[in-house]
């Protein structure tokens, strides 16, 4: 009798098998926990750029109620500075007109003839009123001639004469108009 051997591969085969679940299952408990690894590493990388731009949109807001308020102080300022500037045009005009005054009462003075008088001077624009009295109508008639002659002053209008009583004396009270002209201060003079 030969005996042969007989080997039995079942067994092998089993064992095989055991082997490649249990690698199987190793491999797919290995790849669970880095599919896991890499949704918690994903979601904390989340949470740190949700942060971090929390941080900065905090302090973009921050800064930029800084930047308004600065606004608001330059645009107070910019008021501010207007408003000394239209003070300082007003100034320089004042100090343009100062020698106007005292040019137009001074050419007054040396056109007002004998025996009239000035009882109100008012100025409205490039316009003055006069009122006063005279002696005679010829007087206020020269007056106007006077006032016509000069540079300062053009086209004198009487609005009216009338006979008036002061004190004593009976006199002829007028009113009239008169326009300024703005010329330049004779040279020599402020």
């Known amino acids: 009798m030969t005996t042969g051997i007989r080997i039995n591969l079942l067994p092998h085969r089993q ?21 896991l690894a890499a ?16 941080r900065r949109n905090t302090f ?23 408003d000394l500037l239209a003070r ?3 100034v320089e005009a004042l100090q343009g007109n100062r020698t106007e005054t005292v040019r137009l009462f001074d050419e007054l003075a040396r056109r007002l003839p ?11 624009g490039d316009s003055l009123a006069l009122t006063g009295y005279a002696q005679s109508s010829a007087r206020v008639s020269t007056f106007m001639r006077a006032l016509d002659e000069t540079s300062l002053f053009q086209d004198p209008a009487l609005i009216e004469v009338k006979a008036a ?12 108009n008169v ?7 004779p040279r020599g003079k402020p």
Do not use: C, W
């Open 15 to 35: 064992l095989r098998r055991a082997r490649r679940q249990r690698l199987f299952a190793v491999l797919a408990v290995i790849v669970a926990g880095l599919g």
């Open 88 to 90: 300082k045009n007003v």
């Open 114 to 124: 004998e025996g009239l008088y000035l009882k109100s001077v008012k100025q409205s």
């Open 165 to 176: 009583q002061v004190g004593n004396l009976r006199v002829n009270e007028f009113s009239m």
């Open 39 to 54: 949704v918690a590493i994903g979601q904390v990388q989340l949470i740190n750029a949700k942060n971090a731009q929390d």
């Open 179 to 185: 326009k300024i002209t703005h010329l330049a201060p």
């Open 60 to 82: 973009l807001r921050t800064e930029i109620v800084k930047l308004d308020k600065q606004i608001s102080e330059i645009k107070q300022l910019r008021d501010k500075t207007q």
